[in-house]
């Protein structure tokens, strides 16, 4: 712990009221005063004790006193301090374990259909908003590839990946190609690029322009041309994540707020910031938790993001979590995303 914190001052009298303050709010949502600590902690401690306490922890930033109410409630780094320190989980119960086993098991030949599940039982069973990135594929190897015409110069990529997955981009070109030059160029693509892993394609095609522009005809060009909007061209409208329960955080008086809510909805919908926090936890081991504005997104500073990444044949290949306000239940989030985790990686696994 370091001085600047102030966590290496909190001793176990500050610690235990700490925690009963955090418990409190957790379950009322309100200001929590001295008066009813005295009468929860158990402590044969006077209100004004308590006080005394409650206002060093204030100025170590532990808690903080709203301008409407003369009780406290907890600040990021008191929640920070109550996750890390003072908590302990309640193990889910084994029923509600299976419960969710069957569920996800009733998906296994469907990924999508699989996260899609996984996001609703989180959202049912914790009451908040569940969210599940879709498996990233380890191996991605192109197939086939096809061009279809449209108009405006437009063409229509289709791509065949890992033998059934099917990707489509529009392309705008700079002239229009008829359907025999399609036709050629996706010919020649085909033999020059089928099998190989779409992370290698790029440097493939930039290889071959550098070493041979002397010795390509217009159509072997026009193909690579082609090749290389394609692999420049995000998927349209490709689900990166799925979400369920949003509107679960209604309930909440601290993100009820109609604007907020507004702001809150368009950062899902928009996904950047989003998918920004989940791809770190991509990276992380085990559960990850981000409380307040330690997402570094403002739009996320009354909420926490606790989540966890799932694997397929041992490897990471997403990530999912439940989202809701800072005055959530962590003792009972943590556990219910950490089995659902490994859960959907099992899932996952009985199908390949």
Do not use: W
């Not at 084994?94 to 996800?104: C, G, P, R, S």
């Not at 989202?323 to 390949?352: C, F, H, W």
Request: aromatic share 4%.
């Amino acid at each position: 712990m370091s001085p600047e914190t102030g966590e290496d001052l909190l001793n176990e009298r500050a610690q235990q009221l700490l925690k009963r303050l955090v418990e409190n709010y957790i379950r009322d949502g309100q200001p929590v005063g001295s008066r009813t600590l005295s009468r929860d902690v158990g402590l044969t401690l006077s209100a004004a004790t308590i006080r005394n306490v409650m206002a060093d922890l204030e100025t170590l930033g532990f808690v903080t006193s709203p301008h409407t109410s003369a009780g406290r409630i907890p600040t990021d780094k008191g929640y920070r301090f109550f996750v890390d320190t003072l908590l302990r989980y309640e193990p889910l119960e084994d029923a509600k374990v299976a419960q969710i086993q069957t569920h996800l098991g009733e998906h296994v030949d469907n990924p999508k259909a699989l996260v899609a599940a996984a996001s609703r039982m989180l959202s049912s069973v914790t009451r908040m908003a569940g969210v599940v990135t879709l498996p990233r594929q380890s191996h991605a190897s192109l197939s086939q590839i096809e061009f279809i015409p449209l108009s405006d110069n437009r063409v229509l990529a289709v791509m065949i990946v890992n033998g059934r997955e099917v990707q489509n981009r529009i392309l705008q070109l700079e002239r229009r190609y008829t359907a025999d030059e399609l036709r050629r160029a996706s010919n020649y693509l085909n033999q020059e690029l089928a099998g190989r892993e779409l992370s290698t394609i790029r440097e493939r095609l930039v290889a071959q322009l550098k070493e041979t522009r002397e010795t390509l005809n217009q159509l072997m060009l026009d193909a690579i041309m082609l090749a290389q909007q394609v692999v420049d061209t995000p998927v349209a409208g490709k689900m990166e994540y799925v979400m369920a329960g949003e509107t679960n955080l209604m309930d909440f008086a601290e993100l009820s707020n109609v604007e907020k809510l507004r702001r809150l909805f368009d950062a899902f919908t928009q996904q950047r910031d989003i998918l920004n926090l989940l791809d770190h936890s991509l990276k992380a081991e085990g559960v990850q938790i981000f409380i307040g504005h330690e997402s570094g997104h403002t739009i996320l500073d009354d909420c926490s993001i606790v989540t966890a990444p799932y694997t397929l044949d041992q490897e990471v290949v997403g990530v999912l979590g439940v989202i809701g306000p800072t005055r959530m239940a962590y003792e009972r989030v943590i556990p219910i995303v950490d089995i659902t985790a490994k859960l959907l990686g099992s899932a996952l696994n009985q199908r390949s």
